[in-house]
């Protein structure tokens, strides 16, 4: 069974960092892709990172990119998401997302119907 359990957010300034961490339960594939999706209140979910397990390919949202880092640690089967300088525009729960299937093309892992478990999410606000 495929679990996955985000933690590290919480209430930063803006221009502050935040890492959020995903640890994630089962075998993990080189077919599998872990991504971060963020929802803020009365908005659709928005993709925010996503990396490839083969090859470790890195993709984000123009939002973020620049901001924004996601790393995997296999041995701690572990998904990362380093957010720097934040602002107050990027407050929302963030959650972690695990893609069982390889496409091949980039554009599939910036959609959330790409990937077929998610955790809970945690909660990150910026004050201004």
């Known amino acids: 069974q495929v679990r996955l359990v985000e933690s590290g957010g919480g209430l930063v300034q803006a221009g502050g960092s935040l890492r959020l961490s995903c640890a994630f339960s089962g075998q993990i594939f080189s077919t599998d892709a872990m991504a971060w999706f963020r929802q803020a209140p009365g908005k659709e979910r928005e993709f925010v990172a996503a990396?490839?397990?083969?090859?470790?390919?890195?993709y984000y949202a123009e939002s973020v990119k620049g901001r924004a880092i996601i790393a995997r640690d296999n041995a701690k089967n572990t998904v990362y998401l380093q957010m720097n300088s934040l602002k107050p525009e990027d407050t929302a729960l963030y959650y972690c997302a695990r893609s069982s299937t390889y496409y091949g093309l980039p554009d599939y892992y910036f959609q959330s119907s790409t990937y077929n478990y998610w955790g809970q999410g945690t909660q990150v606000t910026v004050s201004s």
């Open positions: 990396i490839r397990w083969r090859g470790a390919s890195t």
